[in-house]
């Protein structure tokens, strides 16, 4: 792979090296052969200069990760519990969750279709710029896709995550990683800046991608049944303490839980609108760890479920709108113990699919890349929102999300 910011003037770069001779035979220079290599020259950087990724010269898909493999589980589990001081016999209660699913999560394989998909929605735009694959807990790891990237001469990258909301683990905690990741290479002697893209829970592409698989949903259970269904949406619980800090640290809190409700809220609405009628709603939790003393964000999606059917709700469209594609937190807690839960009630339930590599989603993604990228030329793109006007910054505020535990690098900040 070539290096798009290669300097046309530098003799050493292979680019340059390997341009056509300008000598004529007699050793006289040839002016004519010389200009037109000068011209092709600076027409090629010219046009990579003025790609609207510039400055950026790979994108890297930031994720979570899993195992994917049995033996692959417990070393998973450990990286990810790191200093938690949480014993082995708790993670192997874990563990079978994904044993369960024969030790394979399926978020990676998920993550490369993602990918694939990004890179199709480039190409259909005409933007040649590669998309590198790094995760925090297992292979690929970000280490080792930054490493790729300054081996093939990119050192400007864009991080974009896959992780929509703003809390420590769904943004801080990735601003840790891309750091540690750096700092790993810059032992080595090797430099990458990276930057990444803003928090998009109200990102037209996200927000709205997720109205229209839940109204849609929702029509179709209403047409099918002739009654209403009730939308439980679902994201991942947290720490109370976790959301109590979420935001800016001059700012109220609670950022976490008030993002997922102003969504849910909106996309009931939308939905409403969709059935011409009215729509019951409620935002739930699932995938609660730690131990029993630790208040965490409630009510649980399978108490809430109870709930519901003692209040003599019949059908539930359950949207997991917490999540961008359908990894362990949603097969095994929504597929498995939901419905297991729903049809002990005798509940009529719909999970609707996660926004994963939908059309409206994987376009957002790359108008949030390009949006990243005009900012870092210090332009002032369009910044669309939907709920709301508020539009979470590339560059997170001082204090914003902070470690409870103990005190990191993170990149990505103005902290």
Not at 14 to 29: E, I, K, Q
Not at 215 to 226: D, I, K, S
Request: net charge negative; with cysteine; proline share 7%.
């Amino acid at each position: 792979m070539s290096n798009p910011l290669a300097d046309p003037t530098d003799p050493t770069d292979p680019s340059v090296a390997s341009a056509p001779d300008a000598a004529a035979p007699d050793g006289t220079v040839d002016q004519a052969a010389t200009d037109e290599v000068v011209a092709e020259l600076e027409e090629t950087l010219e046009e990579t200069e003025e790609h609207d990724l510039f400055p950026y010269q790979a994108i890297v898909l930031t994720s979570f990760g899993g195992p994917e493999a049995p033996e692959e589980v417990m070393p998973f589990l450990r990286r990810v519990t790191g200093g938690r001081g949480i014993p082995d016999e708790r993670l192997e209660e874990v563990a079978e969750h994904y044993l369960h699913f024969g030790g394979r999560s399926p978020i990676n394989d998920q993550n490369r279709a993602l990918i694939e998909a990004i890179r199709a929605e480039l190409a259909r735009r005409e933007l040649a710029i590669p998309v590198l694959f790094g995760n925090r807990n297992s292979e690929p790891f970000l280490a080792d896709a930054f490493r790729e990237a300054h081996a093939e001469g990119m050192t400007r990258l864009l991080s974009v995550t896959t992780s929509a909301y703003s809390c420590y683990s769904s943004c801080r905690q990735y601003r840790e990683d891309i750091a540690g990741a750096q700092i790993e290479l810059r032992e080595e002697g090797k430099e990458v800046h990276v930057d990444k893209i803003r928090q998009y829970w109200n990102h037209p592409g996200f927000s709205g991608a997720n109205a229209r698989i839940v109204g849609e949903a929702a029509r179709q259970r209403y047409e099918a049944t002739g009654v209403v269904p009730h939308l439980v949406f679902v994201t991942h619980s947290l720490p109370n303490s976790m959301d109590d800090t979420s935001g800016p640290g001059d700012d109220e809190g609670n950022l976490y839980s008030r993002q997922h409700l102003e969504l849910s809220a909106a996309i009931a609405a939308e939905t409403a609108a969709t059935l011409g009628t009215e729509v019951e709603h409620d935002l739930t939790y699932c995938s609660r760890s730690g131990p029993p003393s630790q208040p965490w964000l409630e009510p649980d999606v399978n108490d809430h479920l109870r709930v519901l059917k003692e209040r003599g709700v019949e059908s539930v469209v359950l949207a997991p709108i917490g999540f961008v594609s359908d990894h362990m937190e949603v097969v095994f807690d929504l597929d498995t113990e939901a419905a297991e839960t729903a049809e002990e009630l005798g509940m009529d339930l719909l999970r609707v699919p996660t926004v994963g590599t939908d059309t409206e989603f994987v376009m957002g993604l790359v108008d949030l890349a390009l949006e990243r990228a005009a900012q870092a030329r210090g332009e002032e793109p369009a910044t669309p929102t939907w709920p709301g006007g508020e539009v979470r910054p590339a560059i997170c505020r001082p204090g914003c999300c902070p470690n409870l535990r103990v005190a990191k690098p993170a990149a990505c900040g103005s902290d």
